[in-house]
């Protein structure tokens, strides 16, 4: 089969491209905001707790490759105390008022936007995203959601009239890596607002920013033990999602994890939602607003280097503006500035690990090997640290990996379709249903089309907009249960019903 690699992309004008010498010095000011600690302990009833191991894992910043800090690997003792801390603090957590609660998820809220500069500087070092986006998007939507649920800590009567919600208990969240300060922001606040106490297991290479937002309770006098955090690998989060003290788990991650979570749950009556992988069809039709859609599909596709579950990553487009779409599409990459996650010009920064660009590696490779051409934005990519240009693959079909697998990192796939079902077709032709994108200009053909599209979130005229009041989850292998709105409330209440309100 035919090989085709673009590199040197023609349409990519040279000053169109980021190029110069490439320079890693953060400004100092940006630093001073965010000092890091050499070592990080596990956060348990309100302390800052030593692993009964004695091991630590080292957290690096993937743009250098320097190590930042050291965390705690939490063992099954460690992550039985803290579940006992949780337990502990349960009685007097939920016996408090509604009103009560809200007053200390605002005061959460709070802080963290009087310390969004830190995080987002945190954030971005241990992560590897653009400044930009970190206090754009990471921070005020982790705070919003605090504030969120904050407002319906006294409401659940209101939201479930009736049906006397009670909190379940001890919950379990694992989290992953891609958005690590708002995954701990979308698990946490809805569960304290409805009254449980929590203990979260953030992803090893991305552990900081819930650490930090542990220093946010103890500044907002959160009683302890109401939030725990155990930080460590794969094995801590195992250890977490077996434990007899959970009344429910709630997991973020990938597909593969989430059947081992759902085996290991099985049988033990306890609650459990899964927010997993995506594959998400990007559909722009003729009639719609070409330039406008190249913006949207450049930031579903390229937004967080692509490290989005709900990213946009298969991009179908009307057979007749194909070529065209293509075109605008390949010069307006070129002018994606891939560069230092701390720069505030930067577009796109540094993939998060190691294992993560091998992934993205291998992908693009069968990509090529199964006969797609591969388009790639020239950019001097630093020696140091883990890197991967913006990337785009035509004459893709149904059948290649990197139309059918999650790559998970800046790397669109382009099909085409004639019609609406046919459309419709290809964008369910998939495993996974976590999120979908329309461009056109008829409302109509919106309407038909979402009807159809078998996607939890389903975007018009837009793309990774995310909002607390508005439910986000997957169906078929995308996982189950909702996260945000009344919807994602309803998966931390049991509710009793049989009552009439009032
Ligand atoms: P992952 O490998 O599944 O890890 C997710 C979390 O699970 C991490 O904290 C991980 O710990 C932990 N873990 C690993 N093995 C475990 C086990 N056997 N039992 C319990 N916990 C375990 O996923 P990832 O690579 O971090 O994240 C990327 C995936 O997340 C992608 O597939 C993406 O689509 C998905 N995602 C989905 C959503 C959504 O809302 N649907 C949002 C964001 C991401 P360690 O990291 O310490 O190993
Ligand atoms: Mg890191």
Redesign the pocket.
Known sequence: MAKHVDKADPVAAPELRFGGVWQYEPAPETTDHCAIAARYQLYIGGQWTKPRSGEYLATIDPATERPLSEVALAGDRDVDAAVKAAQKAFPAWRARSGEDRARYLFRIARILLERAREFAVLETLDNGKPIKETRDVDVPLAAQHFFYHAGWADKLDLLFPGQRPQPLGVIGQ??????PLL?AAWKIAPALAAGNTVVL?????SPLTALRLCEVFEQAGLPPGVANVVT???????A??RHPGLAKVA????????K??QR?VAGRGVELTL????KAAHLVFEDAALDQAVEGVVRGIFFNQG????AGSRLLVQESVHDLFVDKLRRRMGRIRVGPPLDKNTDMGAIHSQA?LARIRELVAAGVDEGARLHQTACDLPAKGFWFPPSMFTGVSMSHRIARE?I?GPVLSVLTFRTPEEAVEKANNTSYG?SAGIWTDKGARVLWLAARMQAGVVWNNTFNRFDAASP???YKE??FGR?GGRQGLRAYVRLAGGLSPG
């Open positions: 694992v989290i992953p890596w891609n958005f995954m297991k953030p992803a090893e290479t460590g690998d794969g094995r801590t989060g195992a977490l999602v997991f973020t991650g990938s597909t593969e994890v989430g081992e979570i290991a927010e997993l992988g995506g490290h989005v579950c709900c993560q999650e998970f976590l986000f989850g997957g995308s996982g996260e």
